[in-house]
């Protein structure tokens, strides 16, 4: 019964052996699809995104200048934006499922052009044509050099697949690359909140490091969670295992408060800095995690690692250039000059203003010196009519006519 029971053993074994080989081939033939679906998600995540906020803006603009009482979340359009922002950002978090993280994450300088682009159609930022070459050529260089940073991102960025489940993100978690990088995280982190909190070094550089940081673990638990729900989608359940609900409140925690201190930086300095600077640290923090916690760039080649930080490097001067030139907005600020009525203290003694001045702040009184404006913004001095209202010849009282006379 063993002797004749054993060929029957072995034939059942081969068609398994042969299966369990073929496997590997094939994985291998669709990483680079993998590669494109995920590039192709994101960049139309980042596109609808730009739309939405673009749609966001044109609604609060429509409602600025009309005589509309509604709130802006009333509105058809800002509705239309926000549904079209959702459905980018589940675009930008499917693609981290198929790609590598290293790939997906510069890929956010789509968002950059499409705004600097769709700002003019929707927005109708309008330009003189005297003003174009000094304004809005090198934003066209930038739009350039960033889409061939972005084909050079794609073209040879790192393509190492690996499924994402709970065995696997648990090895990676403990390993050492991983760990010691955390620690040098965890230093600078707290290094850097200590002087932004404690001494006031409320520097661009200091804040959006501290977004940087938080950004790039934000990355790598987006990557697990995504990756986790893609392969319980595929029929290999992910969602029992702890290291999922841990990695998902990690990426709650890392988005919230990244976003806050986004908002601090956005009160302190302007959009276009915090897009070039952002996305430069932003960007190179999260490719630094990728590397260190999935592995992105084992098995890649010198001339591959090469090609792809030229493609961050033309990808970085891209946005930089595109943000360089945006036309920063200058609050009106209205202010009454005191200097034309006789017997009140000038308001300027020797080009001191007498009230401080607050930046940004809709103000009363003359804050600022005016001795250097053009002439359009000199305060007119209007003549003094004296009236009598006494018998002929009565002296008038003193009355001094002042005529302001612009210092060269």
């Not at 600097?116 to 304004?135: C, V």
């Not at 990676?172 to 690359?177: E, N």
């Not at 702890?242 to 408060?257: D, G, N």
């Not at 007119?380 to 008038?396: D, M």
Request: glycine share 6%; proline share 5%; hydrophobic share 50%.
């Amino acid at each position: 019964m063993e002797g004749g029971n054993s060929p029957n053993l072995q034939l059942q074994q081969l068609p398994l052996a042969t299966a369990a080989v073929s496997v590997q081939p094939h994985t291998d033939s669709f990483s680079y699809k993998e590669n494109l679906i995920g590039a192709l998600l994101a960049i139309f995540g980042h596109l609808v995104i730009s739309i939405a906020l673009n749609l966001q803006k044109y609604s609060h603009i429509r409602l600025a200048g009309s005589k509309d009482p509604r709130a802006y979340f009333k509105t058809k359009m800002w509705w239309c934006g926000l549904f079209l922002l959702v459905l980018g950002e589940l675009g930008v978090f499917s693609s981290y499922a198929f790609a590598p993280l290293s790939l997906i994450v510069p890929l956010s300088a789509v968002s950059v052009i499409a705004s600097a682009i769709i700002g003019i159609i929707f927005i109708k930022e309008k330009w003189k044509p005297k003003d174009f070459l000094r304004r809005y050529v090198l934003s066209f260089v930038g739009c350039g050099l960033a889409i061939v940073g972005t084909y050079l991102l794609i073209t040879f960025g790192p393509n190492s697949h690996e499924k994402m489940t709970g065995e696997n993100i648990t090895r990676h978690l403990v390993s050492w690359p991983f760990l010691l990088y955390m620690l040098v995280e965890i230093i600078m982190f707290c290094l850097l909140l200590y002087f932004y909190k404690e001494k006031n070094a409320n520097y661009i550089v200091v804040i959006l490091l501290l977004v940087a940081l938080l950004g790039s673990m934000t990355a790598v638990t987006v990557k697990a969670v995504a990756g986790m729900i893609l392969v319980s989608i595929q029929g290999n359940l992910q969602l029992d295992y702890p290291i999922f609900y841990i990695m998902l409140v990690c990426m709650i925690a890392t988005a919230v408060f990244q976003a806050t201190f986004l908002a601090q930086a956005s009160q302190l300095y302007d959009s276009s800095q915090i897009a070039s600077v952002g996305y430069i640290l932003s960007t190179t923090a999260a490719i630094t995690a990728g590397a260190t916690f999935y592995l992105d760039f084992t098995g890649e080649d010198v001339l591959h690692i090469c090609m792809f930080a030229l493609g961050c490097l033309i990808a970085f001067l891209g946005v930089f250039l595109i943000t360089r030139n945006r036309k920063k907005p200058v609050p009106f600020e209205p202010y009454i000059s005191m200097d034309a009525m006789p017997g009140m203290q000038n308001m300027h003694d020797k080009g001191t203003a007498v009230q401080p001045d607050l930046k940004a702040s809709f103000s009363y009184g003359a804050l600022e010196n005016n001795d250097n404006m053009p002439e359009i913004y000199t305060p007119a001095t209007l003549p003094i009519v004296q009236e009598q209202h006494g018998p002929k010849g009565a002296s008038a009282p003193p009355y001094r006519v002042l005529e302001h006379s612009k210092k060269e």
